[in-house]
T-cell receptor, first 117, second 115 residues
Framework: DVKVTQSSRYLVKRTGEKVFLECVQD?????MFWYRQDPGLGLRLIYFSYDVKMKEKGDIPEGYSVSREKKERFSLILESASTNQTSMYLC????????????????FGDGTRLSIL | AQTVTQSQPEMSVQEAETVTLSCTYD???????LFWYKQPPSRQMILVIR??????QNATENRFSVNFQKAAKSFSLKISDSQLGDAAMYFCAYRSSGANSKLTFGKGITLSVRP
């Protein structure tokens, strides 16, 4: 089974801190994703990456950056944390999609509940 | 841009009965893929069922089936013989057929199961 591991289940940080959320997958997936989940808003895509050192902005990239130095690891960075970034963050990975692989699912981690005080 | 709408924020079902969760989407594309994901209280999101738009036959996975109506852009999930373990948040999602296209999620619906 695919394993997507997020480094922390719960995290509490202060306003203005630089925050790193780490995600590791063990299935050699090319694609990795960071989502933010808020009540009543569903999942919103922050950033995604379809190869090492590649990144693409999602729907809500403002205030975030990402790093993918190795295929299995995708980091989300909050450059200067703010209270409106308090949320649940989900990481996911998948094989490349397109053509005959467009029906392939994304595999998710357990999520990180981040509180910014 | 594609949108996915789950208009019911919450539903409840009696154990052993059947429940249908609704989902509609908006797209101008003819080739795409639809998914239902389940997020139990432990929070790991897992795939429940998927449907290719080019297939007329509705997908089925054990107690889970979909009613896919392409013309109406509707993709509902039916859970038969509901079990306590079905209690979760359910998300409908859309993906176009292009290379590395992203998933667009609905806002989700919280399903509770009454014993």
């Amino acid at each position: 089974d695919v394993k997507v591991t997020q480094s922390s289940r719960y995290l509490v940080k202060r306003t203005g801190e630089k925050v790193f959320l780490e995600c590791v997958q063990d299935m050699d997936h090319e694609n990795m994703f960071w989502y933010r989940q808020d009540p009543g808003l569903g999942l919103r895509l922050i950033y995604f990456s379809y190869d090492v050192k590649m990144k693409e902005k999602g729907d809500i990239p403002e205030g975030y950056s990402v790093s993918r130095e190795k295929k299995e690891r995708f980091s989300l960075i909050l450059e200067s944390a703010s209270t409106n970034q308090t949320s649940m963050y989900l990481c996911a990975s998948s094989v490349p999609t397109g053509g005959g692989f467009s029906n392939q699912p994304q595999h998710f981690g357990d999520g990180t509940r981040l509180s910014i005080l | 841009a594609q949108t996915v709408t789950q208009s019911q924020p919450e539903m409840s079902v009696q154990e052993a009965e059947t429940v249908t969760l609704s989902c509609t989407y908006d797209t101008s594309e003819s080739d795409y893929y639809l998914f239902w994901y389940k997020q139990p209280p432990s929070r790991q999101m897992i795939l429940v069922i998927r449907q290719e738009a080019y297939k007329q036959q509705n997908a089925t996975e054990n107690r889970f089936s979909v009613n896919f109506q392409k013309a109406a852009k509707s993709f509902s999930l039916k859970i038969s013989d509901s079990q306590l373990g079905d209690a979760a948040m359910y998300f409908c999602a859309y993906r176009s057929s292009g290379a590395n296209s992203k998933l667009t999620f609905g806002k989700g619906i919280t399903l509770s199961v009454r014993p």
